[in-house]
């Protein structure tokens, strides 16, 4: 709003200039649209201003933004298409056609990590009003760099003939694998074969656990406890290399995913994609009975709602009503509510990607969150755009039941030890605060909803292909009912 403002002054200054220099208004015209286009470019490279680095051209790269005189990456969690199109808006790129990319798909984050958890509704003029947690504040590695594919508009002729598409490609059918430069056997750099040629290292770019668990199966190693991208532990990159390899995680082999392109090649020296792989793994898997049997819709007073609000658990529109109303605390918000039971059916205990000590306390639950995305809630409609979130759900980790014979052994209370044990569930109960979507916004219908653990992939699992239940949901104004629930990927 500010820049508008600023925009528009200077732009009755200079209308009057012209009127007082009594300039043709040829000239005048001509003089102001260079002197707009002098403006606009020293707006953008006020704070927020942002840019796109390691793509082909300027329509795509890792996001940078603009803060306190410095250039810093943003973290690809929560990071997806919403996101995504308010960075190609900003840059004035249409917004159809967007992509966001993960996992730094055009190379490892450069520099600090100035945004994590962001979260648009998509009104947003410029990613740094979306909201996010703070400057600076980020669990992140360099591997986490979130990016975009824009679409260029039409009249560009510049970049014609780039396919602006990511272009996956199959791999080669009979790919040989290997593991070198690790310190004991089950971790090293990927090397992979073809056809009896030279063996070659592979482009990390976009690597993560997905792919790392295949190469780990592949194996017989187990499953991926790590995936990397660095030269620790050596390997040449080539311009020949691989890069931009994308597999779902249920592949038997490497051969059976894809790779890009325009990834290929075009790799820092020192993004090489490494693993290390372990025998003993958890596994999380969603009852999906559970959530069919207990969800249920209620409508909350907003004033019973302002914790959750602390913590993003309403849709958008409760924050407008918020700053738009006095009287916001008496409207009321309709949630659909459910209860998410987790259960552990690995072979190693669950645990926090992130060390005890960087948990975050949550003054209004009154206890740490060691997970920022655990969970999402999403709502879908028939053409599968997503019309409501539950958005993150940052859980505190505990065993709540277990199998008989095994004892509880993690919970919240006390600054206690997280994490869900082998055979025990971690449970919401629906009456637990912000476990819901909130539907206000949603028209009576038909939808689906999907309930996703471990949802990004950032914590490694033995499988990510029980980690979400996809359901129907009805909607009438009065009513609700979740049926129909399959167990799949997230
Ligand atoms: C990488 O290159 C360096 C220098 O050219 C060479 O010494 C080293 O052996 C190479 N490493 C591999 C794994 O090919
Ligand atoms: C792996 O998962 C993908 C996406 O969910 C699915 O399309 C594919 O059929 C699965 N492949 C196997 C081998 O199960
Ligand atoms: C968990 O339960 C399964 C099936 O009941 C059992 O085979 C396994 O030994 C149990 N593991 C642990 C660590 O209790
Ligand atoms: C349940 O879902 C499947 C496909 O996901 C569909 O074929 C079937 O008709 C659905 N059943 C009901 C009762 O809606
Ligand atoms: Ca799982």
């Given at each position: ?242 890069g931009g390899i994308k597999c779902f995680g249920n592949e038997t082999s490497l051969s059976h995913c894809l790779y890009n392109e325009h990834v290929t090649g075009k790799c820092t020296s020192q993004d090489v994609a490494a693993l290390s792989c372990t025998q003993t793994m958890s596994d999380l898997v969603i009852d999906h009975i559970d959530l069919m049997r207990t969800a249920h819709l209620e409508d909350k007073q907003m004033f019973f709602l302002q914790c959750a609000m602390e913590e993003n658990c309403v849709a958008s529109t409760a924050y ?171």
């Amino acid at each position: 709003m500010v820049a508008i403002h600023r925009f528009i002054i200077t732009f009755s200054v200079l209308l009057l200039l012209s009127y007082i220099l009594c300039e043709s208004p040829e000239e005048a015209k001509k003089k102001r649209a260079l002197l707009i286009k002098k403006h606009l470019k020293r707006l953008k490279k006020v704070n927020g201003a942002i840019k796109l680095v390691g793509g082909r051209g300027e329509f795509e790269g890792n996001v940078e933004i603009l803060h306190e005189g410095s250039w810093g990456a943003i973290c690809d969690d929560e990071w997806d298409i919403n996101e995504a199109k308010i960075i190609c808006k900003q840059l004035e790129y249409p917004p159809s056609d967007v992509q966001p990319t993960a996992n730094s798909y055009f190379g490892p984050a450069r520099r600090r990590y100035w945004m994590d958890n962001v979260y648009c509704d998509g009104t947003e003029e410029e990613i740094s009003l979306c909201r996010f947690d703070g400057w600076g504040q980020n669990d992140c590695t360099s591997t986490e760099a979130a990016g975009v594919i824009c679409a260029e508009p039409e009249e560009s002729q510049e970049q014609k003939d780039i396919d602006h598409k990511i272009s996956m490609m199959k791999l080669p059918a009979n790919l040989k694998i290997r593991l070198r430069g690790g310190r004991i056997a089950t971790e090293g750099r990927v090397e992979i074969q073809n056809n009896g040629g030279k063996w070659e290292v592979i482009c990390g770019d976009g690597w993560s656990l997905l792919e790392a668990l295949v190469v780990c199966k592949s194996l017989s190693l187990g499953y991926a406890s790590d995936a990397m991208q660095t030269d620790f532990f050596g390997g040449n990159l080539t311009d020949k290399s691989l890069g931009g390899i994308k597999c779902f995680g249920n592949e038997t082999s490497l051969s059976h995913c894809l790779y890009n392109e325009h990834v290929t090649g075009k790799c820092t020296s020192q993004d090489v994609a490494a693993l290390s792989c372990t025998q003993t793994m958890s596994d999380l898997v969603i009852d999906h009975i559970d959530l069919m049997r207990t969800a249920h819709l209620e409508d909350k007073q907003m004033f019973f709602l302002q914790c959750a609000m602390e913590e993003n658990c309403v849709a958008s529109t409760a924050y407008e009503i918020q700053k738009e109303n006095d009287a916001w605390h008496l409207e009321t918000r309709r949630l659909l509510r459910f209860t998410a039971r987790i259960f552990n059916a690995g072979n190693a205990d669950f645990r926090p990607a992130i060390p005890k000590h960087l948990w975050e306390w949550h003054m209004c639950h009154m206890h740490y969150h060691s997970m920022e995305v655990f969970a999402t809630f999403d709502i879908y409609n028939n053409k599968g755009e997503r019309v409501a979130e539950g958005h993150k759900a940052s859980f505190c980790l505990e065993d709540n039941q277990c199998l008989p014979g095994v004892q509880p052994k993690y919970a919240c209370a006390n600054y206690g030890d997280q994490g869900i044990s082998v055979n025990c569930s971690d449970i919401y109960k629906y009456t637990v605060d912000c476990q819901w979507v909130d539907i206000s916004d949603l028209d009576p219908g038909k939808y689906s909803l999907k309930v996703a653990v471990n949802p990004e992939f950032k914590v490694p699992e033995m499988s990510f292909e029980n980690n979400a239940a996809v359901c129907d949901f009805y909607y009438s104004e009065t009513y609700g009912s979740v049926t129909n629930c399959t167990v799949q990927r997230p």
